[in-house]
């Protein structure tokens, strides 16, 4: 039986094991066991050292499994959560197959514009408050370096949800 690493921010959710354990029982659903960050075998430890733990459990269950399904929407900001893009690359770097997907496929410059402050520049670009321009405009929906990761494993970038990507892998 194949297996499912499933990343992204869900574990931020103030409902997370309720969602996580939903998304685990479609992924099982379809014939695929299925881990999610809650199932590292975190102690009673606190701060750092509670950190440090689920970053270990977290990349032993990436290393355990055969796919790395990531929720690529944009996160407290306009781009992907950092710890889902940690493990996207981590996943690439094991040689697992990834997938991930988006609600929305509008080019990054347009989706970080539609959601954060930004004016036009000089050199033709949108240019953000904080001073860096949106000059990543080839097409692609999140960082390309992410996406390539992706696209490159085998897998790829799906408009949809979770669903959506199981339906792919059949």
Same mark, same amino acid.
């Given at each position: 039986?194949?297996?499912?690493?499933?990343?992204? *921010?869900?574990?931020?959710?103030?409902?997370?094991? %309720?969602? @996580? &354990? =939903? +998304? #685990?029982?479609?992924?099982?659903?379809?014939?695929?066991?299925?881990?999610? *960050?809650?199932?590292?075998?975190?102690?009673?430890? %606190?701060? @750092? &050292? =509670? +950190? #440090?733990?689920?970053?270990?459990?977290?990349?032993?269950?990436?290393?355990?499994?055969?796919?790395?399904?990531?929720?690529?929407?944009?996160?407290?900001?306009?781009?992907?959560?950092?710890?889902?893009?940690?493990?996207?690359?981590?996943?690439?770097?094991?040689?697992?197959?990834?997938?991930?997907?988006?609600?929305?496929?509008?080019?990054?410059?347009?989706?970080?514009?539609?959601?954060?402050?930004?004016?036009?520049?000089?050199?033709?670009?949108?240019?953000?408050?904080?001073?860096?321009?949106?000059?990543?405009?080839?097409?692609?929906?999140?960082?390309?370096?992410?996406?390539?990761?992706?696209?490159?494993?085998?897998?790829?970038?799906?408009?949809?949800?979770?669903?959506?990507?199981?339906?792919?892998?059949?």
């Amino acid at each position: 039986m194949k297996t499912i690493y499933l990343a992204g *921010p869900e574990v931020f959710l103030p409902n997370a094991l %309720e969602t @996580l &354990s =939903k +998304a #685990k029982n479609l992924c099982e659903s379809y014939g695929y066991r299925t881990f999610t *960050p809650f199932d590292g075998e975190v102690m009673d430890e %606190e701060g @750092l &050292s =509670k +950190a #440090k733990k689920i970053f270990q459990e977290n990349v032993k269950l990436i290393e355990q499994s055969d796919i790395v399904i990531a929720n690529c929407n944009p996160f407290r900001g306009a781009c992907i959560d950092d710890g889902t893009a940690f493990e996207i690359g981590y996943a690439y770097a094991k040689g697992k197959l990834v997938y991930g997907y988006v609600n929305d496929k509008r080019t990054l410059p347009e989706l970080v514009s539609s959601r954060i402050l930004t004016k036009q520049h000089v050199s033709g670009y949108a240019i953000d408050e904080d001073g860096y321009l949106l000059n990543e405009d080839f097409g692609n929906s999140i960082n390309l370096m992410l996406e390539f990761s992706i696209l490159n494993s085998g897998g790829s970038l799906v408009l949809g949800d979770l669903e959506s990507v199981l339906k792919q892998l059949r």
